[in-house]
């Protein structure tokens, strides 16, 4: 055999076709198998994003869809977003968002940029965390965006409720210390006057019968009734104080809310005879009494202070509704006013402490967070829905003592 002898020369063209196929066969099945494996893979992917909740999106750079996950088509059925812009899709407008998360993601360093927007949702507006990461095709350029779109509007609601309690908790500790503090010289100057009313009776028997004796006598009465007066006022300012402290401890017992609405109507009697009798209208029917398990005086301070602010809203003219009710074990209480309402911005400050939209010298601003207080202790809920020029709805919801 010669040094320049081929395979064909030994074994014939026929072994080398069979064993040609041979090798064929095998890449083929190789392939297969390399093609399996990556179709699972893809299942696999495919089913992770799809289990993701958050709304997902593969964008090209000119800020069109080009995939979506499963959460996508069941937070926007029905649309075909293949093709469309994200600025049309997410927000129903022709030019780019501004800012844009896409356009600061390609600029950002890390390639990652994080933003809060408002999205139209079915009607209603949400608050999204949109985060946008810049993907890199096989030469380590960037080529495409993954959008993902996260709703945490319950969580900036309780995010906002945790932090008004939080507010609420601190001042309350501040104001408990200083309704102690306060309370101490008002016992004293409370005391004092008391004693000097009934020396000053002793010392009436000891002055001679005297025209001006009697008018300084007259006055002195009249100085030191004001003196217990404004005592006794500023012990119920005291009092509202410490019920943010949340350390009085008061005997519950069974109170109709019908009661309640009923006996401020007669307190506030002497300020409704000068207003138009029909400014109230009374809304308590049904079969069953609005009974709660509560404090009454608390709860009558809760009325006074909604009917005294929706009385304060609708001024000389205007007209308010009070309505009690049970519905599902629970006891529900409205007071809404055809005043002017308040604004967005204010609705949730309105139960902050010292927070108040009266004139200086009208309000101190302790009323609503006072009431917020009270409610949230007897184990209910106060929330107020308003719009400008319409007025305001404030309702209370409480648990039903069926028994």
């Given at each position: 055999m010669t040094r320049n002898a081929k395979l064909a020369d030994i074994s014939g063209i026929e072994t080398v076709k069979l064993g040609f196929f041979k090798e064929v066969q095998r890449k083929i099945r190789e392939l297969e198998a390399s093609n399996q494996e990556l179709e699972q893979k893809r299942r696999d992917i495919q089913t992770?994003?799809?289990?993701?909740?958050?709304?997902?999106?593969v964008i090209s750079q000119d800020k069109k869809v080009l995939s979506v996950n499963k959460s996508f088509d069941d937070t926007y059925p029905g649309l075909a977003p293949a093709g469309l812009t994200c600025h049309k899709i997410f927000k129903g407008q022709d030019a780019p968002c501004s800012p844009c998360s896409i356009d600061l993601a390609m600029e950002s360093p890390t390639?990652?940029?994080?933003?809060?927007?408002?999205?139209?949702?079915n009607g209603e507006n949400r608050q999204i965390e949109c985060t946008a990461s810049v993907m890199c095709g096989s030469?380590?350029?960037?080529?495409?965006?993954?959008?993902?779109?996260?709703?945490?509007?319950l969580e900036k609601q309780f995010q906002a409720k945790y932090f008004l309690a939080e507010r609420m908790a601190t001042v309350g500790v501040l104001a408990e210390g200083v309704a102690h503090e306060i309370n101490n010289p008002l016992t004293s100057i409370s005391g004092f006057a008391e004693t000097l009313v009934l020396r000053l009776e002793s010392l009436e028997a000891?002055?001679?019968?005297?025209?001006?004796?009697?008018?300084?006598?007259?006055?002195?009465?009249?100085?030191?009734?004001t003196i217990l007066k404004e005592?006794?006022?500023?012990?119920?300012?005291?009092?509202?104080?410490?019920?943010?402290?949340?350390?009085?401890?008061?005997?519950?017992?069974?109170?109709?809310?019908?009661?309640?609405v009923a006996n401020c109507l007669k307190l506030l009697g002497?300020?409704?005879?000068?207003?138009?009798?029909?400014?109230?209208?009374?809304?308590?029917?049904?079969?069953?009494?609005?009974?709660?398990?509560?404090?009454?005086?608390?709860?009558m301070q809760v009325m006074l202070n909604l009917v005294g602010n929706a009385l304060y809203a609708v001024r000389t003219s205007?007209?308010?509704?009070?309505?009690?009710?049970?519905?599902?074990?629970?006891?529900?209480?409205?007071?809404?006013?055809?005043?002017?309402?308040?604004?967005?911005?204010?609705?949730?400050?309105?139960f902050e402490p010292f927070f108040t939209t009266k004139p200086p010298g009208q309000g101190i601003g302790i009323g609503l967070s006072t009431c917020y207080n009270i409610i949230r202790k007897h184990g209910g809920e106060i929330s107020v829905e308003s719009k400008p020029g319409k007025g305001a709805l404030f309702e209370i919801i409480l648990p039903y003592l069926s028994q």
């Open positions: 992770i994003l799809d289990g993701i909740p958050d709304v997902m999106a390639r990652v940029s994080r933003s809060l927007q408002i999205l139209n949702r030469e380590n350029k960037p080529d495409r965006i993954l959008l993902l779109q996260r709703d945490v509007t000891l002055i001679p019968e005297s025209e001006n004796a009697s008018a300084i006598i007259e006055d002195a009465h009249e100085f030191l009734d005592c006794s006022r500023c012990s119920d300012i005291v009092q509202n104080l410490l019920t943010f402290g949340h350390r009085e401890i008061k005997r519950l017992t069974t109170v109709n809310l019908n009661d309640v002497p300020r409704l005879s000068r207003l138009s009798r029909d400014i109230i209208t009374l809304e308590m029917g049904g079969e069953d009494e609005p009974m709660v398990l509560g404090h009454p005086g608390e709860l205007g007209t308010i509704r009070i309505r009690t009710g049970v519905k599902d074990n629970l006891v529900i209480l409205e007071v809404a006013d055809t005043g002017d309402g308040i604004p967005p911005e204010l609705i949730n400050k309105l």
